[in-house]
């Protein structure tokens, strides 16, 4: 896929978690555009352009997405489930970022073509910590595909 993208899509309905996610990113020095979508199928318009991301160039992003499986609307398993099943869509890295540590869920996330299964810690440093291992990780040292 070929792109100028710059966008990082966060899919977390806890309005606290989204937030330290953020702050945790932007601490370590990640300078991408941020677009958190509430539920899924929020994220998915916002992936696929439809609703009110229809304007939205899908050339340009998202680059990386944080998904959470616990979300209204539609869950994350479907949202990853719709993203891995498109051509357009299938390399985009995400990186599923929950609660859950159950063994059913991150089989099933690895399934459908997950890059990473990350459990939410409880504790915020390390939940911190966590998160933005992750974004040096998939923003700065990891290669995307062409």
Request: one cysteine or more; proline letters at 5%.
């Amino acid at each position: 896929m070929e792109t100028d993208a710059i966008e990082v899509l966060l899919v977390e309905d806890n309005h606290t978690d989204a937030e330290l996610a953020l702050r945790a990113l932007r601490r370590k020095g990640i300078k991408n555009e941020f677009v958190v979508a509430r539920d899924g199928a929020e994220a998915l318009e916002y992936v696929f352009a439809t609703g009110a991301y229809a304007d939205r160039d899908v050339r340009k992003g998202p680059v990386l997405i944080l998904l959470d499986l616990r979300l209204p609307k539609v869950d994350g398993l479907e949202v990853l489930r719709r993203i891995k099943a498109e051509e357009s869509t299938r390399r985009i890295p995400v990186v599923v970022l929950t609660s859950s540590r159950q063994e059913p869920d991150i089989a099933r996330c690895y399934d459908l073509g997950v890059n990473s299964y990350i459990a939410k810690p409880v504790d915020y440093d390390k939940f911190a910590d966590s998160v933005s291992s992750l974004g040096l990780y998939w923003l700065l040292l990891n290669e995307p595909p062409c």
